[in-house]
């Protein structure tokens, strides 16, 4: 076996980021070999997923379904990521019928049924109970029979020449591996593809900027009898100042962002229903231009982040009618990131897909779509002015597949796709049928001892067609 070394080492040196490491220590580090590692070995199944967020849980569910014996990799200490811990609210996009993503929105509302039903330009606004949904995709994996690990990040993937054969994973009990016939990269960022050595691109293809990162979080204490909602920064909604003027909410927001009473990039505070009266889900605050990446990046824009949502509750509190009295009821855990790694595979989601509604004979997700939300990476509101239209699309078999890679499928936002395509298929119900799809076909491929890549997309298309999806 070729053990990946140098990503090894390099994982394992982000992993020890915060502690002391001597120079003994990291000498030792270079000196560690692929046999040396395989004497961690922990663990194996047919098919391991790499994150737990919602793409994640459903190829997680959707391989076990398929009678794969499966793991489940998650970094966190609950599953769900931007469904759960990033406060992410509502759930947006849509896919063809018959996806784990109608099942997903139908256990989320099961409890709800008497909660309002909200229609935008931006679709139909699913709410989400973020602690409520933790215990219901825990429920989920278990019952389909997957191993779930927690508090687990990938450090790197295990290789064998150019085929991903499993996981180095970091433990509270030390690094372990996990070996797998197939692996599952819904990590979000690609962390698995790229230490397998995958092509990646990062950002718009004329600058590299990427979408700026949020903390989005709920506000309760809103009088329900003037309370405003403001699903995005072209709803025409109207409010009365105290003044008595009156004027569209999104004027107030760039005025309010002008004076300075809002921060630097936040042109428009989103303000969502949830299932609770009184409550809204806020999507507002905005960091450009930082490597999510990085660590070090990270815990800087935690606390910008952080005295931002506190900026936008008095922006509310101070000129919105109906939030004079609202205060944080939560905040999410983790940043949520719009964007980082897309990595090439052996077909791509391009913008004439999404513009033009394309349909393709290999495709495994019919019928995506949502917005081209492109966030501004250099400033506030939107890259194009607005969020333009898109028609349905399919996402194509290949995206899936990262090239020159075997063992390997990717899930969720990392697929093969251009940037302007990805600001369309990165929100949730187009990654969650995505996942369903990777998951099956990477059971597929584990049970007959295949690749994924050597499993025809007419095979998993088969499969999914005879679970109910609807393929076009």
Known sequence: MDFNRRNFLKGAAV????????????????????AEVSAT??????VVVAGGGPAGVCAAVSAARAGAKTILVERFGCLGGN??????????????????????????????????KVMTRNGPEEHIDHEEAKGILARLCAQAGVTVLLCAPVVDALMDGTRVTGLVVDTPKGLRTIRAKVV???????????????????????????QPSTLE??????????????????????????TGET?????????????????????IVRLHRTFYPGERSVNATQLNGIDVLDPVALGKAEV????????????????????????????AST?????????MGDAMVVDADVVEGRVHPDAVVHQAWFLIDIHNPKGGGQAEGHSKMAKPYDIRYGALLPKGVEGLLTAGRCISGTHRAHASYRVMTPCMAIGEAAGLAAALAAKSDRTPRQVPASEVRAALVARGVDLG
């Open 217 to 242: 979080f709920v506000v309760d204490g809103v009088d329900e009898t003037r309370g405003i909602t403001a699903w995005g920064g072209t709803d025409p909604v109207k409010v009365t100042l105290k």
């Open 184 to 210: 599952v990269d819904a990590t979000g960022d690609g962390r698995v593809a790229v230490s397998a050595g995958a092509e990646t691109k990062i950002g718009r293809e004329s600058d590299g900027g990427t």
């Open 41 to 46: 070995a922990w663990l194996e199944a047919d």
């Open 83 to 116: 469904l759960t811990l990033g406060h992410v609210s509502p759930v947006l996009g849509k896919a063809s019928k018959g996806t784990m993503a109608d099942e997903i929105r139908t256990l989320l509302n099961a409890n709800h049924q008497d909660a309002k």
């Open 304 to 331: 910008e982040l952080r005295n931002q949502i506190d900026a936008c509750v008095a922006f509310l509190r101070n000129y919105v009618p109906g939030f004079e009295t609202c205060r944080v009821k939560s905040a």
């Open 247 to 267: 004027l569209e909410y999104r004027e107030l927001c760039k005025r309010k962002n002008r004076e300075g009473e809002l921060p630097q990039n936040v042109t």
């Open 15 to 34: 992993m020890a980021a915060g502690t002391c490491v001597t120079a003994t220590e990291a000498a030792a580090k270079t000196t560690r070999t692929g």
């Open 335 to 343: 940043l949520g990131v719009r964007e980082t790694r897309r990595v």
